[in-house]
Each structure stands twice: as structure tokens, then as C-alpha cells.
């Protein structure tokens, strides 16, 4: 499964590294890609992971979820 998390904040690389940091920190997660210009990260789920826990992660981080969507 993939979700898409929509995410306010990042300004640069660096910020972009420690989203990425904080979602691969999180049990169950396979993979993340993040996309500074599209505000976004991609992560790719190994086991079922809740919206909430990701947003958790985002937000300790720093950042602002504004949404997730499953694909």
C-alpha cells in the first residue's frame, strides 16, 4: 500500500531529510520518497500503518500535515 502525505513547511533539502528521517523511523514503513516541490512524501507501507502515526511523525518533525491519501 502507498500513502501520500501532504505536507506544509519544507524549505529545503535538509527539511526534506528529516521528514524522510522521521516516516522510515516509523514500524512498518518500507520505503519513502519525498518531493519538495510538490510538498508531498510517498511512503510505501510494509504493514498497516495508521494516518495518525504518520502525521504524528511529520508533526514531532517540525511540519504541518495537511493531508494523507491511499493509492
Known amino acids: 500500500?502507498?500513502?501520500i502525505i501532504s505536507i506544509?513547511?519544507?524549505m529545503c533539502d535538509h527539511?526534506?531529510?528529516t521528514v524522510k528521517g522521521a516516516l522510515?523511523?516509523?514500524d512498518g514503513v518500507?520505503?519513502?520518497k519525498v518531493e519538495l516541490k510538490k510538498k508531498s512524501a510517498t511512503v510505501k507501507?510494509?504493514?498497516e500503518?495508521?494516518?495518525d502515526t504518520l502525521s504524528k511523525a511529520v508533526t514531532d518533525s517540525g511540519f504541518t500535515v495537511t493531508g494523507i491519501t491511499e493509492k
Open 49 to 51: 500503518v495508521s494516518n
Open 24 to 26: 522510515e523511523a516509523v
Open 45 to 47: 507501507l510494509a504493514d
Open 30 to 32: 518500507k520505503s519513502v
Open 15 to 17: 527539511c526534506a531529510g
Open 1 to 3: 500500500m502507498k500513502k
Open 8 to 10: 506544509e513547511g519544507m
